[in-house]
């Protein structure tokens, strides 16, 4: 069974599960991460670019989170090569929002001229927009788990790029393809 899979047999009625932007699905176990303090970000640094650049993300259980006798290391990566991590406190609100951006953008202040621009540290940008979206978006992280199915019913039909990510939207998708799970 998928994480995804695990996750969404999580959720019932078509009710929101998680409380928006303080609450995850695990990407390692599946379960549900219960505040920011349990929660981690990770991904891979790859070393062998020039610069160097950041993909793989998860979202985790931090090891102090999980019960008292869990091998280390848990829900996280452990000792990997080129594994960058921090608390999901990094990146909360507007200063996590920055964080996340200056891997895309150093910004005008450390890159007056632009010439950085699109040479950021991130592989992926799909990878990134979807960390940034289930960190910083009401009810992305659990809309994403119905988000395909929706889109095979015709729900999207005629919206433009935005209008799928807009908060009432994802409230929406979850009140509509939860519904349809039980």
């Not at 433009?160 to 393809?177: D, G, Y």
Request: net charge negative; charged share 25%; glycine share 10%.
């Amino acid at each position: 069974m998928t994480i995804a899979a695990s996750a969404r047999a999580l959720v019932g009625c078509g009710m929101p599960e998680l409380k928006p932007l303080t609450q995850w699905y695990c990407d390692c176990c599946g379960n549900i991460i219960k505040n920011i303090k349990d929660a981690w970000v990770e991904w891979i640094v790859d070393l062998s670019t020039k610069p160097m650049t950041y993909g793989d993300f998860r979202i985790v259980h931090h090891l102090s989170a999980l019960p008292e006798d869990t091998p280390f290391p848990g829900c996280q990566r452990g000792r990997v090569a080129g594994l960058g991590d921090l608390p999901m406190e990094s990146f909360i609100g507007s200063y996590g929002q920055a964080h996340l951006l200056s891997w895309i953008d150093p910004g005008e202040i450390v890159d007056p001229s632009g010439k950085e621009i699109g040479k950021g540290l991130v592989r992926n940008l799909r990878e990134w927009t979807t960390l940034f979206r289930r960190i910083h978006m009401p009810y992305y992280e659990e809309a994403r788990l119905y988000m395909a199915r929706a889109s095979a019913n015709g729900r999207y039909n005629g919206y433009n790029q935005a209008l799928p990510f807009k908060e009432s939207e994802l409230l929406a998708v979850i009140e509509s393809e939860g519904a349809d799970e039980d």
